[in-house]
């Protein structure tokens, strides 16, 4: 594993699932959105009443959406990983792209809002641009589902790595465990006592094994 592999790694097992869920909903919420975008601000055009407050409350959430994503803030990490710096800044120039439709977005809004009569043409290339830049985020999203995925396979990989230590101390309060009922049996009237803790320790090894087999079924 080189270096790099070893650092992104490192970067996924710092994340929780929860905080994955919460990127994979953003990323389709901007999805959502960029249609709402585009649905309304055809109405509008067609005189629509809200139609345009309606466009540009999906508009909020869809830079709401994208600026919380791309900010290392408020429990996100941001740009995390190198599939996403280069879905965002690299040859797919997600977060350019992005920032054109929103753009375009709010000068179609405007020009509709004020009777331009530049509406039309502004309209127009706002609904060719939702094509392409629907496809960017599909691809983005399906970085975040990747790096979930990835994130959880590297949750498990931990996980059997903690149970296999766990096994070998148990292994070892077992052997602790033996020794002091031999010791107690030797000890007779005496070693009573010691012979109850040994009894009690080897009913904890026995609920260690329990818990062992339940985790490595949730693992597997």
């Known amino acids: 594993m080189d270096m790099n592999t070893r650092h992104l790694e490192n970067e996924a097992k ?6 994955f869920g919460a990127m994979i909903n953003l990323s389709g ?19 629509q ?13 869809f830079r709401g959406a994208h600026k919380a994503l791309l900010t290392d803030a408020d429990g996100l990490p941001g740009v995390f990983c190198a599939e996403l710096r280069e879905a965002y800044f690299g040859k797919l120039a997600g977060d350019r792209e992005i920032a054109a439709f ?23 290339e706002l609904v060719r641009l939702t094509t392409p830049t629907l496809a960017i ?12 995925k990835l994130h959880a396979r590297l949750m498990k990989k931990q996980l059997r790595g903690v149970i296999t230590d766990i096994e070998k101390i148990n292994k070892q ?17 005496a ?14 090894t026995d609920e260690i ?12």
């Open 14 to 19: 710092a994340l929780s699932g929860e905080v």
């Open 102 to 124: 929103a753009e375009q977005a709010d000068r179609t809004l405007a020009a509709i809002s004020h009777g331009s009569g530049a509406a039309a043409s502004l309209l127009a």
């Open 209 to 220: 094994d329990q818990m062992v087999t339940t985790a490595l079924a949730a693992a597997a």
């Open 137 to 148: 985020l599909n691809q983005i999203t399906a970085v975040y589902e990747e790096q979930a």
């Open 173 to 189: 309060a077992r052997m602790v465990a033996f020794n002091a009922r031999v010791v107690a049996a030797r000890a007779g009237q």
């Open 49 to 61: 009443d809200d139609a345009v407050a309606i466009a540009r409350e999906a508009l909020g959430l």
């Open 29 to 47: 919420r901007r999805r959502f959105t960029s249609q709402r975008i585009v649905l309304y601000a055809v109405l509008a055009s067609q005189g």
């Open 191 to 204: 070693g009573r006592e010691f012979a109850v803790v040994a009894g009690v320790l080897s009913g904890i």
